[in-house]
């Protein structure tokens, strides 16, 4: 990296030189055999064709009228009846997708068929008049592959996603999902990596590397800054330029310029004004321009209003697609309001990314792939991911002369795989803790067991049915009250198993945030009983308790976590959950994840508590005030705005600089195992751009383990307020045998350490003293360097965009 003084003039050099850059990067592309192709197939094409291209063929499923209307009416389109035709073949290509592409085979253009979801492929697993059956592979959910801070793991599982796209016939996979995970509550924060940019944009662009090894595509979503679910559609985010860039689209920078995915999915909401598919500064300036984006953007599914605002921006294709769409992009085009040129451009976007698809290239998928194999890999990782919270006097491995195992709480017979919405798949088992103790040679108790099912089965019938299937997709996230474990069952239980396993679990998905309300975020008084009555019981015995939580997000744990001799975060591990679970118990497998999420003590901690999920603006004439439950956009979109006051300082970056004490801090994780770090180095004491530092990891314990190694930086405060340290690197040991050492290094680069300047648009490193701390976790420190610059230095200037509408009262003071 080249040092430059942080001068204005020399600043603006360096925008005119990559600005040329940028202009002859995509001239000189253009004379490639491809953009000829393109160019010949899109003079080809009629005006209709083009725009038929890009507005997707449609959602025509079995919903309500009112929903139907949204995602268009068959019989809008009837009286062409070359395009019906056409959508009614495109739409058989592959059952359950989400969104298909339209296809002009005379002219070389083909569909793209575009299938969730982030936890694997999610299609129809069953079709009529078919006996083969289509199941895919439930991954565990992105937060747990995040604790695994493992990115070659990730790309593993990338691969075997990607494989199933291939095999099944898809040509895009709509994930990874990588918006920041800002408030615990989020309902798809389980989508979701982490509170931290770094972590998420390594963890997306290894995911994104390992699918599309398979030559299929991926599509990162939902960009950007869609962190919460109530209000999706309309939420007006807004949130300082800094903010924005350090935290909320870093993790998008980071997945675009190290992995290029094929596609980018905008988000549904708003960012300091427009809808972010409308937004010419996201999708353009700083998605094409800063970043150099090289593929397609597409909309959520029914996302903002205004199609020729989402051409002219940059947003190039529509779905699902209505033919309303189609006919409100053409009417433009004739009436002049918009350029046929934005058209040609979008267009060419999308052929360029159907060049490489499978179905262009006639790749003949077989309709199966191993789903043994990916079974396995699924396993692992789940295994992987998993976050050992506490472990007292090594309550866990369970002592290999156990057998006996009372399991309670109904996820121990009821396990969730994953979350729900558009992130759920169609795997074809799901193991439960129950099996997979039985897998594992352990004896779970069988008659505790069919009191659970049989409880589970009978809260099961009182659920509402639901009444259709937006229904059921909606409210798939219900869990069932907790069965109440009275003192006399647990006695029962204490005396005949060796050892009590508690489950405790929740879900959540698409379409709602969770709750800071018992049976959330917090216990039900139910489940507290049942941990206590059991503790108290087993404990008596001399037998020990585990806590497992088959989570999707932060629960409480400080309140009753004195109870457990040992809490295993099982997150949801996907359709292997019980078998990899019981690998971590029994120590098949030594855990080695650690937290990509702090976990607060109360959920009154987090940082953005008094700005979630924001509230309703007044405006004249809307008479309801019921806010939209997110949720598609045949819902009213009820203008409502939040406002990020807490800025840069998301999760431990708040945590740690104000002192808020939290019950599991991000990065933290317990081993089977002990690890001593020794002999930080750093290249060279002079920073001038770049420097290597190395440390000495040595397993201390008696059995084999990984360390999941953090470095982060301390920065000096001259301009800019400073968090008390940022993650600037991680990385993970191979599994190291007891007194086994690994060397492992790390590259700070300047734009590691900048901040960015909004009065320069700027990535800054200030002059000062700066702290590379290496950590256990974000609060375990090992060891730690110091070093000085002598001047600021600079690491790129980026696009003047998205300045918020107005002041936002920010968080700063230390
Ligand atoms: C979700 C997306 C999903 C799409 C297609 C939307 O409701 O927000 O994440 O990919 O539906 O199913």
Redesign the pocket.
Known sequence: MKRIQSSTILLACFSLVFASMMIQCTSGDSKSPQDKKIKEIVSTMTLEEKVQYLVGTGMFINLPDSIRRQFGRRDEAEEDTAYTNMVDRVRTYLPGA??FMAEFPEKGVTSQV?A??PAGL?ISPTREGDEHTYYCTAFPIATLLASTWDTELVYTVGEAMGNEVLEYGADVI??P?MNLQRDPLCGRNF?YYSEDPLVTGKMAASMVKGVQSNNVGT?I??FAVNNQETN?MSVNVIVSERALREIYLRGFEIAVTEAQPWTV?SS?NKVNGPYTSESHDLLTKILRDDWGFEGYVMT???GGSDVVAQMEAGNDVI??GRPQQIREIITAVKDSMLDESVLDRNVSRALRVMMKTPRYNKYPFSGASDLEAHAEIARQAAADGMVLLKNSESALPMDPAIKGVACFGNTSYDIISGGT???DVNEAYTISLFEGLGNGGYTPDAELAEVYNQYIEAEREKLPKPRNMFEAFMRGNVLLPEMSVSNDLAQQLAEKAEIALITIGRNAG?GGDRQAVEGDFYLTPVEKKMIRNVSDAFHTNNKKVIVVMNIAGVIETASWREFADAVLCAWQPGQEAGNAIVDVLSGAVNPSGKLAISFPMLYEDSPSVKNFPGQAVEMEGMEDDRPDQSG?SFMRRRPWEVVYEEDIYVGYRYYNTFDVPVAYEFGYGLSYTTFAYDNLELSSTDFTGELTVSIEVANTGDVAGREVVQVYASAPEVKLNKPEEELVAFGKTRLLEPGETETLSFIITTRDLASFDEATSTWTAEAGTYTIKIGASSKEIKASYDFTLEEALTAGMVSKALVPEREINRLTEK
């Open positions: 989400a969104g575009l969730d979801g999610r709509l994930g999902g989508e599509s979503k939902h999706r999915m549904y959520d599914w029914g779905m699902p919405g558009s992130g698409e598609f």
